[in-house]
């Protein structure tokens, strides 16, 4: 069965880092891109960052670019999302996801985690 | 960035009625597009890839269209389990954005 497992929410203060994982399971990881969506308390979907398989290419969201850090270890099938300099409107439920395909059908994902919560307070 | 609006916001309806969503973008994505599900307190599921391509095991019910900048989503009869919110996402340019939602509740 595919799983995904994120971990390493929690509350921290604005300016502050976290560091979120997601541990894959069930299907080959590095052959798969991989994306982060979060979801504000009561708002939509937003994606925010995708890394290739091999983890060679990775695009941002604008609003996170230059603060948060997308990457994987495939010999532990685990992504990452690296946050820092978090802001109070970065506070949201953070889904990893899994890409559908190969090639650009890698950019839907067919398979989430139950997320991570992340809020940013003081 | 490419903007995708949804409509209506919300749309009331009783099981076994015909539901169609819409999805409009900012400018043509041609047929990448993608319709999400999501219930209270869950992950969103993969619908339809492709605007017109169901995942997988999504019932022979949900079925979507369209292309350039105009897409539907079409659910047949509504069961009592697809009370949801539904999103479309597009893959056509970076970076990706999902339209803000459509409610579809019972009426």
């Known amino acids: 069965e595919v799983q995904l497992l994120e971990s390493g929410g929690g509350l921290v203060q604005p300016g502050g880092s976290l560091r979120l994982s997601c541990a894959a399971s069930g299907f080959t990881f590095s052959s798969y891109d991989m994306s982060w969506v979060r979801q504000a308390p009561g708002k939509g979907l937003q994606w925010v960052s995708t890394i290739s398989g091999r983890g060679g290419n990775t695009h941002y969201a604008d609003s996170v670019k230059g603060r948060f850090t997308i990457s994987r270890d495939n010999s532990m099938n685990t992504l990452f999302l690296q946050m820092n300099s978090l802001r109070d409107e970065d506070t949201a439920e953070f889904y990893c996801?899994?890409?559908?395909?190969?090639?650009?059908?890698?950019?839907?994902?067919?398979?989430w985690g139950r997320g991570t919560t992340v809020t940013v307070s003081s | 960035e490419i903007v995708l609006t949804q409509s209506p916001a919300t749309l009331s309806l009783s099981p076994g009625e015909r539901a169609t969503l819409s999805c409009r973008a900012s400018?043509?994505?041609?047929?990448?597009l993608a319709w999400y599900q999501q219930k209270p307190g869950q992950a969103p599921r993969l619908l339809i890839y492709?605007?017109?391509n169901r995942g997988t095991g999504i019932p022979a019910r949900f079925s979507g269209s369209g292309s350039g900048t105009d897409f539907t989503l079409t659910i047949s009869s509504l069961e009592p389990e697809d009370f949801a919110v539904y999103y479309c996402?597009?893959?056509?340019?970076?970076?990706?954005?999902f339209g803000g939602g459509t409610k579809v509740e019972i009426k």
């Open positions: 996402q597009q893959r056509s340019n970076w970076p990706l954005t």
């Open positions: 996801a899994k890409g559908h395909g190969p090639g650009g059908f890698g950019y839907y994902m067919d398979v």
């Open positions: 492709e605007s017109s």
């Open positions: 400018q043509s994505v041609s047929s990448y």
